[in-house]
């Protein structure tokens, strides 16, 4: 088992373990189309703190909040050629400063391509997804900044 810093760890009964306040069953997809099951464990929000749990092997993730830890597990899981079908991973779904500190990072605008007159749509970053609406973290990151580009052209990022 991994300890929140990343590192191996042994079995040691009197390490205290940390309290998952909820599981979430979710899916990743390869580049051949094999569909594999996960799940995500998450602890207390004040601790940020999530565990993957997948097939045969439990990898934990410690960050300053949910997102960074979701970002952590997808990055391992890209290098072995996965997606996790989650909403925080589709590319139109990106963060805000002040909504990531109200929510420890769990909630996310949705940018949608024309601007709407109603109220901002947020999601749960570990929702489900379709397979089909997920892409890399560098593929997310590309596509927020050109949908940024696109509706402030005189302040290109």
């Known amino acids: 088992m991994k300890n929140r810093s990343g590192q191996n760890t042994s079995d040691d009964s009197s390490i205290p373990q940390p ?14 189309g094999l569909v594999q099951h996960v799940t995500i464990c998450l602890s207390d929000p004040s601790t940020a ?17 949910y997102v960074d830890c979701l970002s952590q597990a997808r990055r391992q899981l890209e290098l072995d050629g996965r997606l996790l ?7 139109n779904v990106h963060l805000s400063g002040q909504l990531r ?22 999601v749960d970053i570990f929702a489900p997804a379709p397979t089909g609406d997920v ?13 940024w580009n696109a509706r402030h052209p005189g302040n290109q990022i």
């Not at 309290?19 to 051949?32: P, R, S």
């Not at 703190?49 to 909040?65: K, M, N, P, V, Y």
């Open 19 to 32: 309290k998952w306040t909820e599981e979430i069953d979710l899916q990743t997809i390869d580049t051949a």
């Open 101 to 122: 500190q109200f929510t420890n990072g769990r909630q996310a605008y949705v940018r949608h391509p024309e601007p709407r007159s109603e109220g901002t749509e947020t």
């Open 85 to 91: 079908c989650c909403q925080g991973a589709r590319p």
């Open 135 to 147: 892409v890399t973290l560098n593929d997310q990151r590309a596509a927020i900044i050109s949908s």
């Open 49 to 65: 703190l999530i565990a993957l749990i997948d097939a045969h092997s439990r990898t934990e993730f410690s960050g300053t909040d």
